[in-house]
């Protein structure tokens, strides 16, 4: 399974984000979880801001995958973000970051978790799925883009 359909829904999906700092983006995308998930936007922020530390989810060419697990949460949750304008997350390659998906799971989600995590990365990895992300109109197109079936890029 390629897309991103069953992670992600179109309310999950933000066209142009605004954050100055890495801590403010978390925060607002810690705020909308909290709206989709029904869980405290501070336990959010919080889990979100203890992974940073471990280690950052900029994973280079222009791109974030903040994630964390959450107790009470039923199911994997995906949310993505393109912001308004790049900031600096501290990336593996140095390189503000400007397209986000964030990724919720459940504390016992062990290898579904890293499985839900690969997909996004594997999608997000491919140039132009991230061209057509950066040049989309609106929330639909976002969505459309992020749930395409990736037929071609599933041969590896």
């Keep these: ?9 179109q309310t999950g999906v933000v066209a142009s984000l605004k954050a100055q700092t ?3 983006l978390l925060q607002e995308l810690a705020q909308r979880a909290a709206q989709i998930t029904g869980l405290p936007e501070r336990t959010i922020f919080e889990t979100l801001l ?4 471990l280690g950052t989810t900029g994973v280079g060419h222009g791109i974030a995958i ?4 959450l107790a ?3 199911r994997i949750v995906g949310l993505f973000a393109r ?3 790049k900031i600096d997350f501290d990336a593996i390659d140095d390189q503000p970051v400007d397209l986000v998906f964030l990724l919720l799971a459940p504390e016992g989600a ?8 690969a997909r996004v990365s594997r999608l997000l990895r ?10 989309a109109e609106d929330r639909a197109a976002l969505y459309a883009i992020l749930t395409e079936p990736l037929a071609s890029s599933q041969a590896a």
């Design 126 to 135: 491919n140039a132009q799925v991230c061209e057509k992300l950066r040049g």
């Design 110 to 117: 062990g290898a579904d978790h890293l499985k839900a995590l």
């Design 83 to 85: 912001l308004e304008s």
């Design 72 to 74: 009470g949460l039923p």
């Design 1 to 9: 399974m390629a897309d991103l359909s069953d992670l992600v829904t």
């Design 50 to 53: 203890e992974r940073e530390r």
């Design 22 to 24: 890495k801590k403010q």
């Design 66 to 69: 903040p994630h964390g697990k």
